[in-house]
């Protein structure tokens, strides 16, 4: 259960329905998935937040899309977010990602979360050579 | 200050030092960053962590070293170790990580945690689309 | 599924059973939720949270009842933790939370998230005009 | 250290530079705080993210100012994020929070990050009494 | 659901079939938890990771087993891991954690939980005295 | 620098010198560390802490004293709390934590955040064999 009702096509107002209907046309698919009908709580929210998921993950840019997603995902995991976790790795497929890379993933962010947690825990100072700001 | 001496060449251990080599060897670089010489107040964790690192990072696999480094970046930022956003930033660049990539990874990461967030406060259930698992 | 049972009233040792009734006395409700039930494993855990929770939480004191509430959501939000976001979102639902108010405490929390991570990710250094301990 | 060079005004480009003179107007302040300076590094990410924080926390809404602010602040406390701690804990001052309202938003904090590991390791599942989405 | 099917034993090929295998001997069972069986996705991760657990929690080692499992119970805890407190106190519970111990696992992690994020609102510079690094 | 003045003895009121006295008393030392005095910017939340502390961490229990700091360790390298990874690793130092203790305490908090983080990107179903409240 969600803490807000998730909104029906047939409860939402017309701009509710508008994300909605962009939704479907960016992906082409009829299907809206369950974040965008519970963010619907707020038009105000669900308009600038799929704004800006179109923008940085719907155009083409220094990175390409399945890059993206991956960094998506690992953000998702080590914020403990399952529902992201679930639909980000969707999408990671939906754009070609093998099973060889998804087993990458998982290694590198199985890693990562090892050296993190080490790191934190010996108080590493920061090495000077890492200054990117050194002339 | 680190929760433990930095050990220095001089008084590393031979099994430290073999792997203080290594690390020299595999990078091409006469520099061991701290994270190592803190690392090597045990031994054997020093030498299951750099094998790690370098069998997940440093050998060609299905993704390729620079997407590897900002998958590392993400998972360390969305953990809150500095010290490894710095080194692995510094391994980013030193890859080829372009000004655009990196503008890049920061608004995929930036998003992912906004849309994390929205999601565990809306306790969204996943939508059974997402479900990998089906026939 | 929980990792200890759940107390029934009838199971309940006196010390338990005073802390439930105190619970329902407080709130004029005859509902006693599963936190308190699963807590109840160890009688002296249960008294310390209790109290913790009434002192903090149902004293009037410099912020109003509401606002409280707004602030626990957002760390529960920001640790994850799907149980406390959901009883706390009631919490404040019955305190008077207005639709317009949970949209802007979704609004600042995501942007909170955000910019965290920017910060981190940027390995931003504290200004020293922040620092509130200067003469 | 930061991992990108903090951007001076002499050397932000036009667009960057109409940023930080609307950073300046709407605050009535000359001073553009660290993250800024960081952020600047891709323009087009400064831009989003000062339009976001302008728009959320800067306009009249159903939550006042100074409520937002503490809910900001209980985000970053609970991401770890010590520059947004510093930076929206001298906000809320700015904005009138006394010694009082300070000491409750950290008893709340405190409490809040208790009953959420509780939860967590007791892995309590959620009452159906808090299903807001019930006819 | 997960993100990937659970293998059968019918469906597993021999290196994970030998793993499965060494499971069981190494724990004296026939069942082999799900973890296990989704990880089997990639067979190197599997390998290397059921190495990690054995090595690491299987071996007599300074700490004694309950003690590591305890540690195991707190960092999962923290980390927001439903799956691995679940798992975790079931061992613990396997080496013989009485329900005195339970609660005292609890009320240290939520203590720590308390003073971890009022050290971090507070951000509290970190004291001299306790550098282990000076003569 | 933290968000409020440490306060030095000479500044304490009778509260809060009671409480450094305490802390003085207790540990046998004259030290107080700056965690407290920054917590007493509240002489209530101080007085709270302290009891809380000292009621878990200072009294004879189901586990011993050195287990108690191990876990406040581990939850606080988990929270990234630099401050109290640094005082509590301090504190099991002076209560007798031996290298190869604190290197088998590393060991256990890498594997945790390595498995913890594959549950989670996996995001795998808790096995029904792990209910601790079936008949």
Aim: hydrophobic share 45%.
């Amino acid at each position: 259960m969600s803490t807000v009702p998730l909104l029906s096509d047939d409860a939402a107002d017309p701009r509710v329905r508008a994300v909605f209907d962009d939704i479907r046309a960016s992906r082409g698919t009829d299907y809206v998935n369950r974040f965008w009908r519970a963010l619907a709580t707020d038009p105000a929210l669900l308009e600038t937040t799929w704004a800006e998921v179109k923008r940085v993950m719907g155009q083409s840019s220094a990175l390409d899309g399945l890059t993206k997603e991956l960094i998506y995902i690992a953000v998702s995991v080590a914020n403990g977010c399952g529902y992201c976790v679930h639909s980000h790795t969707a999408s990671a497929r939906a754009r070609g990602m093998s099973d060889a890379q998804y087993a990458d993933l998982l290694a590198v962010v199985a890693l990562a979360a090892r050296t993190n947690h080490l790191a934190t825990a010996l108080q590493v100072p920061v090495d000077p050579a890492f200054d990117a700001t050194r002339a």
